[in-house]
């Protein structure tokens, strides 16, 4: 259970410890335990939800508050490295160049929007789900972000230079391992609205749209990084939430 523990110690503020030690071998059992981290946030994002509703909250505000939450129990880290990678697509310079600004640890202007645009689609997106009372889509979409994750650990994509997450983790997963996660997530779906097609959809959409964002990243930066992770995973999730809140 090395590989679970270390999962749920790298993806949550939760107080569980990992392995003393961690080699690509248990790094890559993490990664593939990834989704399953996701159902229990996406559960937890689902309960808050829910509960600022029972206390009259209105949706917009408990979808701000849901996302908030979700930054604060992983640390804000997916989102930062969302910001991080959109600078360093937004520079002009050469591979070496676009992996400084990312290091620089400041948020250029790329960044900025990308925060706004993600945070508030969110917010809006799981407001509708909530109002809705599709509390499955909302455990989906956060899931399905985390799905991503170990789409973009496969097997041929190479570490950027400078890379420490990113060097423990790429590579790490046989293709397989991914695309079981994307059809359970795809059969689950089904479920997270009336529409038995939409989920499914979602699912699809979202997680081709990320391997396209990764395989440009690797040939922008060079190889993968940690940062280029967490950009794909609330890319994933944004786009997740926006398809299943959307009604006929």
């Known amino acids: 259970m090395n590989g679970a523990r270390l999962s749920v110690s790298w993806l949550t503020v939760l107080p569980v410890r990992g392995p003393g030690e961690v080699d690509r ?18 559960g937890a994002a689902a309960g808050l939800l829910w509960g600022l509703g029972e206390l009259g909250a209105s949706w917009l505000l ?24 959109m600078d360093g697509l937004g520079s002009y310079g ?4 676009a992996r400084e600004i990312m290091k620089t640890g400041g948020v250029g202007p790329f960044g900025v929007a990308a925060l706004v ?11 509708a789900l909530a109002g809705a009372g599709h509390w499955l889509a909302v455990v989906a979409a956060v899931a ?7 789409l973009a650990c496969r097997r041929g994509i190479e570490a950027a230079p400078g890379a420490g997450f990113g060097a423990l983790v790429a590579g790490t997963q046989i293709p397989v ?32 749209t990320s391997m396209v964002l990764v395989r440009h990243c690797v040939r922008r930066f060079g190889g993968l990084n940690g940062d280029v992770l967490g950009a794909a995973l609330e890319l994933s999730v944004t786009i997740t939430a ?3 809140s959307l009604t006929r």
């Open 242 to 244: 926006v398809m299943l």
């Open 94 to 97: 050469s591979p070496e160049r």
């Open 144 to 150: 399905v972000g985390r799905v991503a994750v170990v």
């Open 177 to 208: 391992v991914g695309f079981v996660w994307g059809g359970i997530a795809c059969i689950a779906a089904v479920f997270a609205t009336e529409n038995p097609w939409q989920g499914p959809l979602a699912v699809v959409v979202a997680l081709a």
């Open 62 to 85: 408990a979808g701000f508050l849901a996302v908030a939450g979700l930054a604060l129990i992983t640390r804000g880290m997916h989102l930062d490295g969302l910001a991080d990678t």
């Open 25 to 42: 071998a248990v790094a890559g059992r993490a990664i593939a335990w990834a989704p399953v981290v996701g159902v229990l946030l996406g």
């Open 117 to 127: 645009f993600t945070i508030g689609i969110q917010a809006f997106s799981l407001a």
